[in-house]
């Protein structure tokens, strides 16, 4: 197991919603809590990852994804087993869009 | 003036005629002289062939004539050497065999595919010549041109008394090989796996065949279309939608190829769900050259298909297809014809679109499914991942591509040739890469080319999770570079984009996300899929397909 921890600033998500939680821990893939955070222009990730050694790659597909989409003021928690890059960005997309639904 | 030299013009002939005396002359000849004994076909084989004869032994990725390969192999070296072979696939342990036992010397195919390796070793120790590794279509020709052969070992489904053949829906490459064959002074010899009175129709006609043997079993067929639904991915199904909602409907694309794999099969099991939804039925994926693949039931089923042509067939599907002869191609007896030359034509010519995915991509879009070590070969990819030049026939799709490519002033459509992949593959492998494993192995294997599988210049879309570039509308080879990188994700290839470059191209709509294109991430669920199981196929089928055991797991 690796643990990661990561800051972005992003540009502030307008409301706090109830936790959303997106996706299952399983060979391959991940879960991604989704939280409201302290600060309305910081994005809190962390990542909990049985692959070691992809920090760099983790940091690259956060910060693309905390750039893209307004996500200030949430702390996102990541519960990950070996999954890529692409399904990693898909359950980010959902898990904020399950937030974000929840706010509506 | 001078006299020419004399000389015999039916030295073919001859020669035949000669071998079938030696044939005689060890008692082979049964029933009707054509009936041969299965303990006796090494006999017949050295008895037929000659040392450096041009050998046919059929075989694709799906049926195999595989008694008469094993048995070639069998035959001894010392009498039937030098041989050349010309043969679609090499792919049994038997195949490999006859070069390592010293049977044989020249291979001249398309793929390779489980002996890949195997292949590469031989090489390297010089114990085989590779001609050239062709396309389907591209061999199929060289046999009425340089490569005829001069003795054909076929699979048939049967066989009556008088040595006429019936194929069976896997009617695949027979009746190419055959016809090169049997009309150059060839010889052709069929293993079958009954024999009939009378035949369910008569797919090759008795003077063509000179032996028919009945195999010890029936011919193995690979079930090597058949992908289960309930291995696709939630990435592959946002992939899909995003193909299906930005190409397919795009271009209003109506005549198709797909590849194999799971990426397309993901596109096969939306169209009664996503592209319904999107009010696609009728608009897309009407007409199809196609394996029977048992993904695109539900889509049949649902009426979004109304032709299919098929290279092959596939395992289990048979009785499905019989009951659907609107959609498939089948005999007066009810069972399909496959033809893999017509359908590899249809792919070529009369297809808008090939779909299908690739191992390796470089920044050119080259793409390749060679990697270090293996010598695969491509198979049809080429032919139906091509866009033909000489193609003269208009449609709405072909047209709008080849305006977007050539402007509006265009004089030829363009076909649509679509590279669908996951920016990486299992264990974190990069899909796209500076350099194609294809050159190394070009050095390694003392080749003439790169095996490239599909040329960049032949591309017009590449679809990955992080979105579609469209090459078609890039107008120089730095656009071409950035829109690949763009859709290149978090490879290395990806990561060193030029990210403004690359914004740029998506203001232009040559590079789109799936928020371009108003694709919600929450739908991209396996819940869309309209089969989730093998088993939902065999429902959809209303109890037609019959799966092979591996896939059925209830």
């Known amino acids: 197991m690796e643990k990661l921890e990561f800051k972005f600033p992003s540009q502030a998500l307008l409301a706090a919603a109830p936790p959303a939680?997106?996706?299952?821990?399983?060979?391959?893939?991940?879960?991604?809590?989704?939280?409201?955070?302290?600060?309305?222009?910081?994005?809190?990730?962390?990542?909990?990852?049985?692959?070691?050694?992809?920090?760099?790659?983790?940091?690259?597909?956060?910060?693309?994804?905390?750039?893209?989409?307004?996500?200030?003021?949430?702390?996102?928690?990541?519960?990950?087993?070996?999954?890529?890059?692409?399904?990693?960005?898909?359950?980010?997309?959902?898990?904020?869009?399950?937030?974000?639904?929840?706010?509506? | 003036m001078n006299a020419p030299l004399p000389r015999a013009w039916d030295s073919l002939r001859q020669s035949r005629g000669k071998r079938l005396e030696r044939a005689a002359s060890l008692g082979l000849h049964g029933k009707n002289g054509k009936e041969i004994p299965a303990d006796r076909i090494i006999d017949l084989l050295e008895a037929v062939i000659e040392r450096g004869d041009r050998v046919c032994l059929e075989g694709n990725n799906q049926k195999q004539a595989d008694f008469l390969a094993e048995s070639l192999a069998d035959c001894d070296p010392a009498r039937i050497n030098h041989l050349q072979m010309v043969q679609s696939v090499l792919a049994l342990p038997s195949h490999v065999d006859l070069f390592e036992r010293g049977l044989a010397s020249r291979l001249d195919f398309s793929f390779s595919g489980p002996q890949g390796a195997?292949?590469?070793?031989?090489v390297q120790q010089q114990r085989i010549e590779i001609g050239a590794i062709h396309t389907y279509l591209e061999l199929f020709g060289r046999y009425f041109l340089d490569l005829?052969?001069?003795?054909?070992?076929?699979?048939?489904?049967?066989?009556?008394?008088?040595?006429?053949?019936?194929?069976?829906?896997?009617?695949?490459?027979?009746?190419?090989?055959?016809?090169?064959?049997?009309?150059?002074?060839?010889?052709?010899?069929?293993?079958?796996?009954?024999?009939?009175?009378?035949?369910?129709?008569?797919?090759?006609?008795?003077?063509?065949?000179?032996?028919?043997?009945?195999?010890?079993?029936?011919?193995?067929?690979?079930?090597?279309?058949?992908?289960d639904?309930?291995?696709?991915?939630?990435?592959?199904?946002?992939?899909?939608?995003?193909?299906?909602?930005?190409?397919?409907?795009?271009?209003?694309?109506?005549r198709l190829n797909h590849g194999i794999g799971f990426d397309t099969a993901a596109i096969e099991l939306l169209l009664p769900t996503?592209?319904?939804?999107?009010?696609?039925?009728?608009?897309?994926?009407?007409?199809?050259?196609?394996?029977?693949?048992?993904?695109?039931?539900?889509?049949?089923e649902s009426g979004f298909v109304e032709s299919v042509h098929c290279f092959g067939s596939e395992v289990g599907m048979d009785p499905y297809i019989a009951a659907r002869s609107d959609v498939f191609f089948t005999g007066a007896d009810g069972s399909m014809r496959s033809?893999?030359?017509?359908?590899?034509?249809?792919?070529?010519?009369?297809?808008?679109?090939?779909?299908?995915?690739?191992?390796?991509?470089?920044?050119?879009?080259?793409?390749?499914?060679?990697t270090l070590g293996r010598i695969t070969g491509f198979g049809g990819a080429p032919n139906m991942g091509s866009d033909p030049h000489g193609r003269r026939h208009a449609s709405p799709a072909w047209l709008k591509a080849g305006r977007e490519a050539y402007g509006p002033q265009a004089t030829r459509g363009r076909k649509l040739v679509v590279q669908m992949v996951e920016t990486f593959r299992e264990h974190m492998a990069p899909v796209f890469v500076e350099e194609l494993d294809a050159w190394q192995l070009q050095h390694s294997m003392g080749a003439e080319l790169p095996p490239i599988m599909i040329h960049g210049d032949d591309v017009s879309h590449i679809v990955t999770e992080e979105g579609i570039a469209n090459l078609l509308l890039c107008r120089t080879p730095e656009e071409r570079e950035q829109a690949i990188r763009g859709v290149a994700g978090f490879t290395p290839?990806?990561?060193?984009?030029?990210?403004?470059?690359?914004?740029?191209?998506?203001?232009?709509?040559?590079?789109?996300?799936?928020?371009?294109?108003?694709?919600n991430p929450r739908q991209a669920s396996r819940g869309l899929l309209a089969a989730r199981s093998v088993k939902d196929l065999v429902r959809w089928s209303g109890g037609l397909y019959a799966p092979p055991s591996r896939f059925r797991n209830w």
């Not at chain 2, 939804?277 to 039931?297: Q, Y």
Request: with cysteine; proline share 5%.
């Open chain 1, 21 to 104: 939680l997106c996706g299952v821990v399983g060979s391959g893939n991940l879960e991604i809590l989704v939280r409201s955070g302290v600060d309305r222009q910081i994005c809190e990730i962390s990542v909990n990852t049985s692959a070691r050694g992809f920090g760099e790659t983790w940091r690259a597909v956060l910060a693309t994804f905390a750039a893209s989409q307004a996500v200030g003021g949430t702390s996102i928690a990541i519960n990950d087993m070996g999954a890529t890059p692409a399904v990693v960005s898909l359950r980010l997309a959902q898990a904020l869009a399950d937030y974000r639904g929840g706010a509506q």
């Open chain 2, 229 to 254: 639904p309930a291995q696709i991915t939630e990435v592959q199904v946002l992939m899909a939608m995003m193909a299906i909602k930005g190409i397919y409907a795009e271009y209003g694309v109506t």
């Open chain 2, 339 to 370: 033809n893999r030359a017509f359908c590899q034509t249809a792919g070529l010519y009369a297809c808008d679109m090939f779909i299908g995915s690739t191992l390796q991509m470089d920044l050119a879009g080259n793409s390749s499914t060679a």
């Open chain 2, 148 to 227: 005829t052969p001069n003795v054909a070992l076929i699979a048939a489904q049967a066989a009556d008394a008088q040595g006429n053949l019936y194929l069976g829906p896997n009617t695949e490459d027979t009746p190419a090989i055959v016809e090169a064959t049997a009309f150059k002074g060839g010889i052709v010899i069929a293993q079958v796996n009954e024999r009939l009175d009378q035949l369910p129709r008569v797919d090759v006609p008795a003077d063509w065949v000179d032996f028919t043997v009945l195999a010890p079993k029936p011919n193995y067929i690979e079930p090597l279309f058949t992908r």
């Open chain 2, 493 to 519: 290839v990806g990561m060193a984009r030029d990210k403004a470059m690359v914004e740029n191209l998506r203001d232009r709509g040559i590079v789109r996300r799936p928020e371009d294109l108003g694709i």
């Open chain 2, 274 to 300: 996503y592209a319904a939804e999107l009010g696609l039925k009728g608009k897309i994926c009407t007409h199809w050259a196609l394996n029977p693949h048992p993904t695109l039931i539900p889509a049949i």
């Open chain 2, 118 to 122: 195997r292949l590469a070793k031989l």
